[in-house]
């Protein structure tokens, strides 16, 4: 019997089934699907307020199957300040200079910049040199990965990417794979599991049972990677 449940802003939908048992069971799957196995006679108020004390739960499992969600702290672009590129941590070195300049030396980011202050002007600097690495990194793994989807896609995968503020990558129809540049901060095997992830979606352009067989059998530890990409950047 399928159902709806309001809790807050999102409505969850779930298959709702009266079994012979004692008490009333949740469960969500990977493709979001959420359902509830209730002793027989069970009236639909107490269902409803068993789901309304899970509904955290519910909505956080459906959101670890599918959610990319970039954890983007708030920085300032002062000297001192860590900032990440390929999974290691550099302190940021600021000085002045007529030349605009962004490089990495031992454990420094060294960005010579007009305006020590600027905090706007240092943040556009920064994130044009991210790109710049993004283009050649990006690209190369890219490259090495998208034969593996040859198996389950005939057309050629393309790859673009830009700055995304909740999603790690996508996936469009026509084979166009969309990488987030904050993943150039985040370890490369993470980045390598974000594009095997979305090499996937080129056959399933979902997250159902069989999205996650085939991830799982390009990629057998990727909820270990997944769990480092969301927790690193934290
Ligand atoms: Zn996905």
């Keep these: 019997m399928k159902q709806k449940f309001q809790y807050g802003n999102s409505l969850i939908d779930y298959d709702l ?3 012979e048992r004692k008490t009333l069971g949740i469960r969500v799957y990977p493709d979001k699907t959420v ?13 409803d307020e068993k789901i309304k004390l899970k509904a955290a739960w519910i909505l956080k499992q459906q959101d670890f199957f599918c959610a990319f969600h970039p954890f983007t702290p708030e920085r300032k672009y002062v000297s001192g300040e860590t900032h990440l590129y390929l999974g290691k941590q550099y302190r940021l070195k600021l ?74 990558g996508s996936c469009d129809k026509d084979g166009t794979i969309h990488l987030n540049l904050e993943l150039i901060k985040a370890p490369k095997k993470c980045i390598e599991y974000v594009i095997i992830h979305e090499l996937c979606h080129l056959k399933y352009l979902n997250h159902s049972t069989k999205f996650f067989q085939l991830l799982e059998k390009e990629l057998p ?9 969301e927790k690193f950047l934290v």
Excluded: C, H
Aim: aromatic letters at 14%; zero cysteines.
């Design 17 to 19: 089934s009266f079994q």
């Design 221 to 229: 530890n990727w909820r270990e990677t997944k769990d480092q990409l």
């Design 95 to 168: 000085f002045v200079s007529e030349n605009e300049s962004v490089k990495l030396k031992g454990k420094y980011f060294e960005v010579g910049t007009k305006d020590k202050t600027n905090k706007d002007a240092i943040e556009k600097q920064m994130k044009a040199w991210y790109k710049q690495k993004a283009n050649t990194r990006f690209n190369e793994l890219f490259d090495k990965l998208k034969p593996l989807a040859k198996k389950f896609y005939e057309g050629t995968p393309t790859l673009k990417y830009r700055w995304m503020s909740k999603r790690w």
């Design 35 to 47: 359902k509830v196995l209730a002793p027989l006679e069970t009236p639909q108020e107490k269902v």
